[in-house]
């Protein structure tokens, strides 16, 4: 495991896990089912057990109906053998989440009540299951995203059990965005606790092994011989990096590579997927192909990158058009503006290939640990010597954004806002027939 000022992650992660108990009463952990968020589950379970503490936690589990069983399986195990420790929230309701591999419904609502007789799964029959039947939320309505009932679940549970901790499996080596959501300027923390992020007035996320890499995930498994996802085992055999592994929703823009896999690793279940999803069995056929941008892309003759970004931005259905125009025109804002801390490699490159474009402050940037001078641009390049390593601002990575139908611009290092949910309620509402 990774070592570091005479201790190692492990036994930090566990000092994070005591320090959040010690200071909160009301804990519940969000939890996915993957392997980082079931390591996390199994280290405050241990805490709990080993220190005699009396009062449950809640524990949080979004059920976005499009799950491997293998996953299910797994929930099922964690849920069940730990009830004596848990308030049980396994959330069975219609909620609106992206669709990275249809145009034209980017968006898809899963536990839809008018898709029933086509759901991939039949619904959980446990009894704790809170579904759209019995469901207890006051905040929630039937055009809610994803994203938006987790920041309002951690209110309501705070509004009916007082200043609450949500503890979250998430690691800054596993994405860009992670690495941000933890250390970001700026951000609200309890107690400047850097590994701690204010999501309300009484509500806190935490993240005890924001620190682990994915070699620390399977040698505390292994080591403590914990239950985990055994999907893992299925893609592990099937030659898919430790690194590369996701087992979250599959239509999302990160994880729609492994779409492949899905009929491989379930064909019965895929089969419903692809009734069930628009675009599914598209995304399993053409991700990691140029169709999604996934491979390097060839700019068409008589096109620069300029050109062939506004050429595809015609070709895109109106309401999708704008939140991408929306999206590409607050990176270029940024990076015109404002600016990003790079490494000296990619500065050099930049200097060396295109001095006139960019504008080197001198400026140390204060995020991490500040060795990285900002770097803003003066114009928008048509491409940069490192297009496919990072989102430096260019026409080519806002082309290579909509041909991997990255509707959210993760790729471009964008998190879902707000506005965005706000948009896509509207997107939805206008299209809600034919969803």
Same mark, same amino acid.
């Given at each position: ?12 992660a ?11 009463e ?12 079931g ?69 898809? *609502? ?7 007789e ?33 920041? $309002? ?7 009916k ?14 994405s ?24 309300a007035?009484?509500v ?32 592990y $055999? ?6 590369? =592994?996701?087992?979250c ?23 419903r ?13 053409y ?30 259905p ?35 290939? =295109? ?13 991490? *640990?500040?060795?990285?001078?900002? *770097? $803003? ?22 082309? =290579?954004a ?11 290092s ?14 939805i509402?206008?299209?809600?027939? *034919?969803?």
């Amino acid at each position: 495991m990774k070592c570091y000022n005479d201790i190692n992650v492990y036994d930090a992660a566990n000092q994070r896990i005591e320090y959040i108990f010690n200071n909160f009463e009301n804990i519940y952990v969000s939890f996915s089912g993957g392997k980082d968020s079931g390591v996390m589950l199994n280290l405050v379970f241990d805490y709990m057990r080993k220190n005699k503490i009396n009062r449950k936690i809640g524990l949080l589990f979004i059920d976005l109906e499009a799950f491997y069983t293998k996953t299910i399986d797994f929930i099922d195990e964690m849920f069940l053998n730990n009830a004596d420790l848990i308030i049980p929230y396994w959330v069975c309701l219609p909620m609106i989440t992206t669709n990275a591999v249809s145009m034209y419904e980017p968006f898809w *609502i899963f536990w839809e009540e008018s898709k029933k007789e086509k759901w991939v799964r039949p619904m959980p029959s446990h009894e704790f299951i809170i579904n759209y039947n019995n469901q207890m939320f006051e905040f929630y309505h039937d055009k809610i995203t994803f994203e938006s009932f987790v920041v $309002k679940f951690g209110e309501w549970y705070a509004s009916k059990h007082g200043n609450t901790a949500c503890l979250v499996g998430i690691r800054t080596d596993e994405s860009l965005n992670r690495f941000r959501a933890i250390a970001r300027e700026h951000k609200g923390t309890f107690n400047n606790i850097h590994y701690s992020t204010k999501i309300a007035d009484n509500v806190y996320n935490f993240y005890p092994i924001y620190d682990w890499n994915v070699e620390d995930i399977w040698i505390y498994n292994g080591k403590f011989n914990k239950p985990y996802n055994k999907l893992y085992d299925l893609f592990y $055999k099937a030659g898919v990096s430790l690194h590369k =592994m996701r087992v979250c929703e599959p239509f999302g823009d990160e994880q729609k590579a492994g779409l492949n896999l899905f009929k491989v690793v379930e064909p019965g279940t895929w089969l419903r997927v692809v009734d069930r999803v628009s675009g599914a069995n598209f995304g399993n056929i053409y991700c990691g192909t140029k169709a999604t941008g996934s491979k390097k892309i060839q700019l068409p003759k008589g096109h620069t990158w300029r050109s062939y970004c506004k050429f595809l931005l015609k070709t895109l259905p109106d309401e999708t058009r704008k939140v991408y125009v929306q999206k590409f025109t607050k990176f270029i804002k940024y990076w015109t503006k404002q600016g990003s801390p790079l490494p000296d490699n990619y500065i050099h490159d930049l200097e060396s290939t =295109m001095p006139n474009n960019i504008i080197n402050t001198g400026s140390y940037s204060n995020r991490g *640990i500040g060795d990285k001078i900002v *770097i $803003k641009f003066n114009c928008i390049p048509d491409e940069t010597p490192n297009d496919n390593k990072t989102d430096m601002l260019s026409w080519k990575r806002m082309c =290579m954004a909509i041909l991997k139908n990255d509707i959210t611009c993760q790729s471009l290092s964008f998190s879902i806002t707000k506005n965005q949910i706000v948009r896509q309620n509207e997107l939805i509402s206008k299209y809600k027939s *034919i969803l």
